[in-house]
């Protein structure tokens, strides 16, 4: 059976008050839930009836800046520029259009050019009860979808507070009494490259800065390069070795991670190296008990800053490190790198089955679209 296909500007009912955002609007625990770009979606709460956007038949929500579709079927303030109100008319079921625009690619073209895209595409129109069939079958499969999302996500993040627990319980109170205490600056020699910015090149030594660092290791993007022929002359401050204990002084503080090459790459940007003393206290160790919850509690205790949080040099060389005998430390890092490794291959196994899950709600949105959706899918 063959489909009918309408223009954009031939889908849509007019609709009011879709732009008045209140002066001063002021998100609060109201009763009238306010619209937003965001992933959440609803960021607030406002009292005033009088800003209330009425919903009759559902309308389909679009943030031109973030591309997120939502489906709305209740009444809403408005709470951000950009975000369009598309209420379809009588050729159309509501889901059947929010189904659609979901299964519409957006490029990342910049904010006022999403919408325009929008504007260009014309609307597959079936029958109404053609369209209900089609929402019914995608209604059933997304809720298996969603719900075996949900699992996956619940048991990554189980997996993560499995070494999160762990790691935390290496060095509570209980556990490191009787352990050695010494200030960073006693453990460690700092090199510290903050300040200075480096001439960046479109090749050569790898740059790392705090968007590389994240908490435990090292993330290879965004790969930025400085010259090598400016090596010597920019690392007068101290070289790193591989091994050395990474950490970020803001914006986010105290990521931290340990360098894991031994070629010469160059750092800058709200990094400092902590080239620890190894006949004292191993990298590793230092590694997981700067990312263990006390002292990254005790870290953000001596963060100041009104916009970004960070912590002076001066304030971290004077926070205190447990840590016992060496041949403990290596004990305890083969410990936690055992359940570190174990939890990767968990989070790897759950994250490709969310991706897949993704793909399949996709998968079904393009068969829907193109007349190929005959029953629902088993995703169980």
């Known amino acids: 059976m063959s489909w009918n296909y309408v223009p954009f500007n031939k889908t849509l009912e007019k609709v009011k008050n879709t732009n008045k955002i209140p002066r001063k609007l002021f998100l609060s625990s109201g009763s009238y839930p ?27 929500i679009f943030g031109d800046h973030t591309k997120v579709i939502k489906l709305v079927g209740f009444d809403f303030v408005m709470g951000a520029d950009g975000v369009k109100v598309f209420l379809p008319n009588d050729k159309f079921d509501s889901a059947f259009f929010y189904y659609f625009f979901l299964s519409v690619k957006l490029p990342d073209l910049g904010y006022a050019r999403h919408f325009k895209l929008l504007t260009d595409l014309v609307v597959p129109c079936p029958s109404i009860e053609e369209q209900q069939r089609i929402v019914a079958i995608l209604d059933a499969a997304f809720e298996q979808i969603d719900q075996a999302k949900a699992n996956a996500q619940q048991n990554l993040q189980n997996a993560r507070d499995i070494f999160d627990s762990a790691l935390n319980q290496v060095f509570d ?4 009494s009787g352990w050695n205490m010494s200030e960073l600056s006693e453990v460690t020699t700092f090199i510290d490259y903050r300040g200075k910015t480096p001439q960046k090149t479109d090749s050569g030594l790898r ?13 290879l993007e965004p790969q930025e390069f400085v010259s090598p022929d400016s090596y010597e002359g920019w690392m007068t401050r101290g070289i790193p070795k591989e091994g050395d204990v990474l950490f970020t002084t803001e914006a986010p503080l105290a990521n931290v991670a340990m360098l894991d090459t031994s070629d010469r790459v160059v750092f800058a940007q709200r990094v400092i190296v902590l080239q620890q003393n190894r006949d004292v206290i191993d990298g590793a160790f230092l590694k997981y008990a700067l990312m263990s919850k006390p002292l990254q509690k005790l870290i953000h205790e001596k963060g100041t800053g009104a916009t970004a949080t960070g912590i002076k040099a001066s304030l971290l060389k004077k926070i205190k490190v447990p840590f016992p005998c060496l ?3 290596i004990n305890i890092v083969n410990m936690l790198n055992g359940l570190s490794s174990s939890t990767e291959e968990l989070t790897q196994i759950y994250q490709q089955k969310i991706t897949a899950l993704d793909e399949l709600k996709q998968s079904l ?12 899918k088993d995703v169980a």
């Open 34 to 60: 306010v619209i937003s770009q965001e992933k959440d979606f609803i960021n607030g709460y406002w009292n005033e009836s009088d800003d209330l956007f009425k919903v009759e038949k559902p309308v389909v």
């Open 173 to 176: 109170k209980d556990s490191i």
């Open 207 to 219: 740059l790392i800065t705090a968007k590389n660092i994240k908490m435990g290791y090292i993330k």
């Open 327 to 329: 041949s403990s430390q």
């Open 365 to 376: 949105l393009q068969q829907a679209f193109s007349g190929q959706l005959t029953g629902a």
